[in-house]
T-cell receptor, first 116, second 113 residues
């Protein structure tokens, strides 16, 4: 069975610190996709990034960066120079493509609090 | 208008009542999903639908039913609501390509008292 583990339930840092959110996944599929979503206090889910299993290049988008390592089945997310607006719950998810429908399997989420 | 619209946004209902949560989309996607979010548990899949004639149970379908009235509409019903169904419910759509991301609705916060 596919599984996503976000071991950090809550993280609290002071503004401008760098912070890394961990994500470890399990799958027997050779082709899969990994996602990160942000859920701000308002509750909606905001798509951040998608990465397929054949592309291990790290990605940087502004203050956000993602490190995908198949050898350790990890897809970690780093926020550089954190800001109060980064406070949210962050979810890592794995795309399961069996039965023709891609179902997203979510981790438990990490609640990130950035203190001023 | 939002791509995926959920109604109501918030609802308080009594134990034993039947309640329907509605979802409509303008994405033109065939695939629609209902997820439930509980604190500390992430999102769990309740039901999903490939198209109007194809509906499938997810991980936690007990106590729920769904109806796909049209390509654009996918409703979730709680036949007899119970307090542990208090949660945040999300509808989502996706296109058929593997790895296609989801488009989520804004969520329905349901409280069963």
């Amino acid at each position: 069975a596919q599984k996503v583990t976000q071991a950090q339930t809550e993280i609290s840092v002071v503004e401008k610190e760098d912070v890394t959110l961990d994500c470890v996944y399990e799958t027997r599929d050779t082709t899969y996709y990994l996602f990160w979503y942000k859920q701000p206090p308002s509750g909606e889910l905001v798509f951040l990034i998608r990465r397929n299993s054949f592309d291990e290049q790290n990605e940087i988008s502004g203050r956000y960066s993602w490190n995908f390592q198949k050898s350790t089945s990890s897809f970690n997310f780093t926020i550089t120079a954190s800001q109060v607006v980064d406070s949210a719950v962050y979810f890592c998810a794995l795309s399961e493509a069996r039965q023709g429908a891609q179902k997203l399997v979510f981790g438990q989420g990490t609640r990130l609090t950035i203190n001023p | 208008d939002a791509d995926v619209t959920q109604t109501p946004r918030n609802r308080i209902t009594k134990t034993g009542k039947r309640i329907m949560l509605e979802c409509s989309q303008t994405k033109g996607h065939d695939r629609m999903y209902w997820y439930r979010q509980d604190p500390g548990l992430g999102l769990q899949l309740i039901y999903y639908s490939f198209d109007v004639k194809d509906i499938n149970k997810g991980e936690i379908s007990d106590g729920y039913s769904v109806s796909r009235q049209a390509q654009a509409k996918f409703s979730l019903s709680l036949e007899s609501a119970i307090p542990n169904q208090t949660a945040l419910y999300f509808c989502a759509t996706s296109d058929p390509g593997q790895g296609a991301g989801y488009t989520f609705g804004s969520g329905t916060r349901l409280t069963v008292v």
